[in-house]
């Protein structure tokens, strides 16, 4: 069993809540953000917080908690969720809403939930062999905000499957942006590039880049399609993806089309980093 808070409520999450009312569902105005624990204690949680707070702010959403009591209730959330039979580590999703609202416009007070759940790791095939994605003419509104609205890639599931892929990459005007749900690397000799414009500013994105400094010459700028047709590897990182590699792009096959060297030797790294968190 897993537990969640709603608004000074702890309880299983299945007993939690929302109104029909809220502005979320009415208005589609709404924020989350999601991470996971490992050997107990929430990833990152400094760089999570920033991040919701600026979510927050951008969206005009008024925080309800401070960090360090929000960290409070994490830890309690996590020994009733375990004390409940859950696994020792979960994943964290926060959800803020616009609330209810008598003019179905105006925030008045937001609503927030916070839940527990499990982890869904990634298929080990998927890091054998890497995963190909899509490309797709397209750049979220407020990419910088980890808001509630992914009707484009429910709207391009089919088309996704039909292609025989795992997701979208997003580009404009030959740009590359991100994938649906996490964020985007190449590899060219010893460069490490990713985009640094109209993309979500992801966690794991951030280790990485820390993790890779090291070794790589880190590039963080505008990344452009045609790019991709000398780089001798891809890959996209995401809280559950880590660093899960790309192997084909559309009709494109990265590098020789295998799993490359230096995707799986930051996938090691990473994992080591986590397995002592």
């Known amino acids: 069993m897993h537990y969640g808070y709603f608004n ?3 309880a299983p999450t299945d007993q939690l809540a929302v109104g029909v009312t809220d ?3 009415l208005r589609g105005y709404g924020l989350f953000d999601y991470f996971l624990t490992y050997n107990g204690r929430p990833f990152q949680w400094d760089w999570y917080w920033e991040r919701f707070q600026n979510s927050a702010t951008r969206m005009h959403l008024p925080l309800p908690l401070g ?3 929000t960290y409070a209730i994490l830890m309690d959330l996590i020994e009733r969720s375990v004390g409940a039979g859950a696994a020792s580590d979960m994943a964290f999703r926060f959800v803020m809403t616009g609330g209810y609202s008598a003019d179905s416009i105006s925030i008045e007070r937001p609503n927030l939930l916070i839940l527990t759940e499990p982890i869904h790791p990634v298929p080990t095939v998927q890091y054998e062999q890497g995963i190909k994605v899509i490309l797709d003419e397209y ?4 990419a910088e905000v980890k808001s509630t609205d992914y009707k484009r890639v429910i709207l391009m599931a089919q088309a996704i499957r039909s292609a025989g892929a795992s997701d979208l990459l ?5 740009e590359i942006s991100e994938l649906s749900r996490s964020n985007f690397f190449i ?3 010893d460069k490490l590039v990713t985009p640094s414009r109209y993309i979500l500013h992801g966690i794991t994105r951030r280790t990485i880049m820390q993790l890779a400094q090291s070794d790589f010459q880190v590039e963080e700028r505008p990344l452009l399609l045609s790019e991709l047709y000398d780089a001798d590897e891809a890959f996209t990182t995401s809280s559950t993806k880590k660093v899960l590699p790309i192997t084909q792009i559309g009709d ?3 590098g020789d089309g295998y799993v490359g060297p230096k995707s799986k030797f930051l996938l090691e790294r990473f994992n080591e980093l986590v397995k002592n968190w």
């Not at 750049?139 to 407020?142: A, F, L, N, P, S």
């Not at 997003?170 to 030959?174: A, P, S, T």
Request: hydrophobic share 40%.
């Open 8 to 10: 000074g409520t702890i």
């Open 23 to 25: 502005l979320a569902l």
């Open 67 to 69: 960090k360090n009591e």
């Open 139 to 142: 750049v979220r509104e407020m």
């Open 170 to 174: 997003y580009q404009k005007g030959g």
């Open 187 to 189: 590899v060219k000799g």
């Open 252 to 254: 494109l096959t990265i």
